[in-house]
């Protein structure tokens, strides 16, 4: 499995030795999605001008965020966030509340001009037997009802370096990777500034691991069309990161191509098609899955997303076997976000169909504060079926320091 992984690398290499003649992706693009490191170091989701109420938590530790911009402009930049998560429901099934919150600390150093080192480092942790990525579940329906607020302790989600040709016709990153950053992902996938539900995330028809080792690579075709291709360990577990990639050989692969107006916006207006596949854990605990998504989001006159998004899987690993998301996104004043999402879905082996409506609004109070409720709406929850329908109420909070 070695030689396979090695394989892929030199022929996604070999792709973009095609295309050495293209213009630069964007430093704060190709890789780096709207829920990467790069994206959480940006203010007012990388829009143009934004304006804020306040200047929260800024004003009262003035010298702290002086000292944090003197060392961006050695090309040193990092932050200090904190998540908090809570939800309620009224399923007849499980605990009907849930509570976590997540530490971060990310950041990233330009080493060179063209090379730079990405971190992160996160402690997740829940307030109640029931983290929120698990309440939908533990109410009945087959659904991750809080993306990333689980119990999960201290993790290693990045550790990669990042290079980038001096001609800026492609960019390649290895070390420990979060293909979650990059893979199928549009303007609201972000599960700690967007949508909550993982209908709404990176699409869950897809298999995907855990934040572990691997390397990703994209290259711009032209003016307005990409190319990304991924190879990672498909038995990661960022909680105690290793190198078993190498000796078990168990890989998850991925290869996009996507459409984009300006690559200045990659992820504000995008089309594309994802392929990917898992290989089977070599100790029988996951079968061989694969698929293919797609999806289309637009961003109309800087303040509407409309968004498509519909995957197809094996089915024997992914969350669904088939899913068809659609929605919008709209962007108000002070950058506020408000979003609503419809899913629907099929898993396999479990007859009928679960539908999913999720609805928030986040007010950007400050750059550096957040706060969204929001609203989650499951019928026919696929594994309670003595009940018709399951609400979830939700509060998240982001400080950043």
């Known amino acids: 499995m070695t030689k396979l992984f090695l394989l892929w690398a030199a ?21 780096s999605g709207p829920s990467s490191a790069a994206a959480d170091l940006k203010q007012g989701d990388g829009l143009t001008d934004p304006q804020f109420r306040s200047d929260f938590p800024r004003n009262i530790a003035p010298g702290w965020h002086a000292w944090k911009d003197g060392l961006a402009e050695q090309g040193f930049r990092f932050n200090l966030d904190y998540l908090m998560l809570g939800q309620s429901s009224n399923a007849d099934l499980g605990t009907g509340e849930a509570a976590s919150g997540i530490f971060r600390f990310y950041g990233n150093w330009q080493a060179t001009d063209h090379g730079s080192l990405t971190f992160k480092v996160e402690h997740r942790h829940a307030y109640t037997d029931v983290a929120p990525q698990f309440l939908g579940l533990d109410g009945g329906a087959l659904s991750i009802t809080g993306t990333a607020f ?20 492609w960019s390649l990153q290895f070390g420990q990777i979060d293909v979650t950053d990059f ?26 691991p855990n934040p572990g080792l691997g390397i990703a690579v994209g290259a711009k075709l032209g003016k307005s069309f990409y190319v990304v291709g991924s190879v990672a360990d498909a038995n990661a577990n960022p909680g105690s990161p290793d190198f078993d990639v190498f000796r ?23 089309v594309h098609l994802t392929l990917w596949h898992a290989d089977a854990a070599g100790d029988g605990s996951r ?11 637009w961003f109309i006159d800087n303040q509407w997303m409309p968004f498509v998004r519909a995957g197809k899987s094996k089915g024997t690993a992914a969350l669904y076997e088939n899913s068809v998301s659609v929605g919008v996104g709209y962007y108000g004043h002070n950058t506020d976000l408000a979003g609503v999402g419809l899913n629907w879905a099929e898993a396999n082996g479990i007859p009928g169909s679960q539908r999913t409506l999720e609805a928030f609004y986040r007010f ?3 750059p550096n504060l957040q706060i969204t409720p ?3 709406f499951i019928d026919n929850p696929l594994l309670n079926p003595g009940q018709s329908n399951i609400t979830l109420f939700g509060l998240r909070a982001r400080v950043v320091f």
């Open 11 to 31: 022929s996604i290499l070999s792709i973009l030795g095609l295309f050495s003649g293209v213009a630069p992706l964007a430093a704060q693009q190709g890789l």
């Open 364 to 366: 950007s109070i400050s």
């Open 287 to 297: 079968a061989e899955d694969y698929g293919a998504a797609f999806s289309a989001a």
């Open 150 to 169: 689980n119990d999960g302790g201290t993790m290693l989600t990045n550790l990669f370096w990042t290079q980038r040709a001096e001609n800026g016709s």
């Open 183 to 208: 893979v199928d992902v549009y303007g609201l996938v972000s599960p700690y500034t967007g949508f909550q539900n993982l209908a709404f995330n990176t699409n869950p028809t897809i298999s995907a």
């Open 248 to 270: 078990d050989g168990d890989l998850f692969k991925s290869l996009e191509f996507g459409y984009t107006s300006g690559f200045d916006r990659l992820y504000l207006d995008n």
């Open 374 to 376: 929001s609203i989650q």
